[in-house]
């Protein structure tokens, strides 16, 4: 088992930034990747960003490319999602996730799942 807890949601101005952090406990040593969704007010939860434990290996939504910026600490086990020049569309509850392998933008393929941390944008 593995547990995540998302942090650093709050409200914010348009243009601004946040910094969401996800930290992991539990069975860590079988961490391969972990991803950021969001799920917007009425709509589907969808990809984020994903990164590899190991390596800098990371992916993108076109949607937020150039703007987010996921990283990862691994002494912390935490993996932390930038957020810069923020739109009120990226306003959503964002969660966290853990994924066996590869850089998977489909919520099936990951595991584990955070209880999400609401991020509005205000315009």
């Known amino acids: 088992q593995v547990q995540l807890v998302e942090s650093g949601g709050g409200l914010v101005q348009a243009g601004g930034s946040l910094r969401l952090s996800c930290a992991a406990s539990?069975?860590?040593?079988?961490?391969?990747?972990m991803g950021w969704f969001r799920q917007p007010p009425g709509k589907e939860r969808e990809f984020v960003a994903a990164?590899?434990?190991?390596?800098?290996?990371?992916s993108y939504a076109d949607s937020v490319k150039g703007r987010f910026t996921i990283s990862r600490d691994n002494a912390k086990n935490t993996v932390y999602l930038q957020m810069n020049s923020l739109k009120p569309e990226d306003t959503a509850v964002y969660y966290c996730a853990t994924s066996p392998g590869g850089l998977p933008r489909r919520s099936y393929e990951y595991d584990y799942w955070g209880q999400g941390t609401q991020v509005t944008v205000s315009s």
């Open positions: 539990g069975r860590t040593f079988s961490l391969s990747t």
């Open positions: 990164i590899r434990w190991r390596g800098s290996t990371t």
